[in-house]
T-cell receptor, first 112, second 114 residues
Framework: EPEVTQTPSHQVTQMGQEVILRCVPI?????FYWYRQILGQKVEFLVS????????KSEIFDDQFSVERPDGSNFTLKIRSTKLEDSAMYFC??????????FGPGTRLTVL | AQSVSQHNHHVILSEAASLELGCNYS??????LFWYVQYPGQHLQLLLK??????LVKGIKGFEAEFIKSKFSFNLRKPSVQWSDTAEYFC????????????FGPGTRLSVLP
């Protein structure tokens, strides 16, 4: 069964550094998403992406964040200058339509 | 804006006890409803979903949920829990034909004692 994959599984970075989190969505899916989960808190929507552009974003997704689909398979989330409060689990998801979303295993980002 | 609430922050049960986790949502239109489970150290897994039709939906691992439109509720149930059901459970909604993003509830941590 096809799955969403994410790399790396754990990323440790210094405050102020740029990080890129990578996701490979399910191949015939058209909609892509990033969510985050701060430790002990609920899963929060960051951004959705369709037809090579952002279709929706939350208040969390400020100018420090950007997303890209650089080729036909990867979907990336870049955080330009990481802050301590960016430490969280970041989940990528994809869907074929607007209904069910399939989640990846997550990347744990630790900002020191 | 949509919102999702879950009644219990932490539920502790003994094995073989019955489980019901509450979920209520706030949205004026038609929604899709989901329950996800997150086992310790693992990613979100879909337990079950409701799009339309029979309001009683059955999912994996013996879980079921009932959509009660008049109460804006989608409670998760299992007649007899096992130790392996220890996990965090998240209710989520998204609007049919509207915004694509999921809105998650805060989660309910279930601890099943052997």
């Amino acid at each position: 069964e096809p799955e969403v994959t994410q790399t790396p599984s754990h990323q440790v970075t210094q405050m102020g550094q740029e990080v890129i989190l990578r996701c490979v969505p399910i191949s015939n899916h058209l909609y892509f998403y990033w969510y985050r989960q701060i430790l002990g808190q609920k899963v929060e929507f960051l951004v959705s992406f369709y037809n090579n552009e952002i279709s929706e974003k939350s208040e969390i997704f400020d100018d420090q964040f950007s997303v890209e689909r650089p080729d036909g398979s990867n979907f990336t989330l870049k955080i330009r200058s990481t802050k301590l409060e960016d430490s969280a689990m970041y989940f990528c998801a994809s869907s074929r339509d607007r209904n069910e979303q399939f989640f990846g295993p997550g990347t744990r980002l630790t900002v020191l | 804006a949509q919102s999702v609430s879950q009644h219990n922050h932490h539920v502790i049960l003994s094995e073989a006890a019955s489980l019901e986790l509450g979920c209520n949502y706030s949205y004026g239109g038609t929604v899709n409803l989901f329950w996800y489970v997150q086992y310790p150290g693992q990613h979100l897994q879909l337990l079950l979903k409701y799009f339309s039709g029979d309001p009683l939906v059955k999912g994996i691992k013996g879980f079921e949920a009932e959509f009660i439109k008049s109460k804006f509720s989608f409670n998760l149930r299992k007649p007899s829990v096992q130790w392996s059901d220890t996990a965090e459970y998240f209710c989520a909604v998204n609007a049919q034909g509207g915004g694509q993003n999921f809105v998650f509830g805060p989660g309910t941590r279930l601890s099943v004692l052997p």
